[in-house]
């Protein structure tokens, strides 16, 4: 069995200079902590990609958490989630004590259902007992289609977080995901297109949103020199460093995002003449990143199963994954209430996500390349 000699990994950090020199800089000035010009910078410059308000965090699940608090969400609320999603985006309804609801994808984005949230706000609409908020994830660089979402969480007057955490650098209709809701948040962490070793941002339509954002991250301390509360705070705040090396990431957002994308037509290219094998669905209305190279497998025309092409390419010191798995199939959630499911489950049955790192080399995509066609019986390698 062929081994690479170092393993590809699924999706890595991809850094430069920049971020060393601003990490130096921090140093230099002894600023390391939870404050710092670095920490300002980013998120002026946040603000100006954005344009909006923004307040930097420890993590997009520390943003969710506080963007669903900002929504009002609270013990006993319900709160709409798509269950194709990553336990981050989610968990943070548990910590308020709320109850999700889970919603089944779309397969032309693979997120949030416009169709099935429809359904289920008129059926609360008529039970008078709406959700208190409801969040749309932009799954793998791409993003919901967010006008019609947009349309019915307005008619029935229910606000939409969007977790943009896996879509910085992607667009939908030439605006920036994360900016359409009341609030966005965006996670910095490790395996993302840009990183700041871990890592957050909540941006916000109002002002005094991030605000609150800002006091609750900060252990929701009040004016005055004495340690006075009147309100749970959290420790959440983002690191000088964190955001230096933030910083130093965004300088090459574009530049990530195309090799990102280089990397996924690379493999369809590499697939088109492998019978059931495609890449996820490109919408139209938007550019989708691919910050994952996600593909579907059909099993009968390909020939082998997801797994055993997962396994394979483990076994050739390659980091391959299958697709989320969806929240409703989590025994953490095995109470929650869900609305569909079936495609979110054949996603993840079928999904694979690719090793996608920005930095793969020609000799590496190679290389999962040919272990990927060795997979496929239909084929002599
Ligand atoms: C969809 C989604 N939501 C939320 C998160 C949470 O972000 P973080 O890891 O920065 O807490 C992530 C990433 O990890 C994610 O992929």
Same mark, same amino acid.
């Given at each position: ?24 800089? &921090? ?16 998120? *002026? ?91 749309? *994830? ?131 290219? *590499? ?102 066609? &060795? ?7």
């Amino acid at each position: 069995m062929k081994r690479y000699p170092t393993r590809i990994y699924l999706s890595k950090p991809h850094l430069g200079t920049w971020e060393r020199r601003f990490v130096q800089e &921090a140093f230099e000035e002894n600023w390391v902590s939870t404050v710092g010009r670095h920490l300002n910078d980013l998120e *002026a410059e946040f603000s100006t990609y954005t344009g909006l308000p923004s307040v930097a965090v420890a993590t997009g699940t520390a943003g969710i958490h506080l963007g669903l608090k900002l929504l009002g969400v609270r013990d006993g609320d319900e709160v709409v989630s798509p269950t194709l999603t990553f336990a981050g985006g989610c968990n943070p309804i548990l910590y308020e004590r709320a109850r999700p609801v889970f919603i089944d994808s779309e397969r032309q984005s693979w997120n949030l259902d416009p169709n099935l949230l429809e359904q289920f706000l008129r059926r609360r609409a008529s039970q008078g007992a709406l959700p208190r908020a409801v969040i749309v *994830a932009h799954l793998f660089g791409q993003c919901a289609d967010m006008d019609p979402l947009l349309e019915i969480c307005g008619r029935f007057e229910v606000p939409l977080l969007e977790d943009a955490a896996e879509a910085l650098g992607a667009s939908y209709k030439g605006r920036v995901p994360g900016t359409l809701a009341k609030v966005g948040v965006y996670s910095l962490n490790g395996n993302k297109i840009i990183t700041g070793s871990t890592g957050g941002i909540l941006v916000a339509q109002d002002e005094l949103m991030v605000e609150k954002a800002r006091y609750w991250a900060t252990q929701a301390r009040d004016p005055g020199a004495d340690y006075r509360h009147s309100e749970l705070g959290y420790n959440y705040r983002m690191s000088n460093i964190v955001a230096a090396i933030a910083r130093g990431q965004m300088k090459v957002l574009e530049e990530r995002v195309e090799q990102r994308r280089a990397v996924a037509f690379h493999y369809r290219e *590499a697939f088109a003449e492998l019978p059931g094998i495609e890449l996820m669905p490109q919408a139209e209305y938007g550019k989708h990143t691919n910050w994952l190279s996600c593909f579907l497998v059909d099993e009968e025309r390909f020939g082998a199963t997801r797994d055993t092409i997962v396994s394979t390419l483990d076994a050739a010191n390659i980091e391959a994954r299958p697709v989320w798995k969806p929240m409703h199939t989590q025994k953490l959630y095995r109470d929650a209430e869900v609305v569909g499911g079936a495609v979110a489950e054949e996603l993840n049955r079928r999904g694979i996500c690719l090793p996608s790192s920005s930095s793969l080399s020609e000799e590496e995509q190679a290389f999962v390349i040919e272990r990927v066609r &060795a997979c496929c019986p239909r084929i002599t390698v």
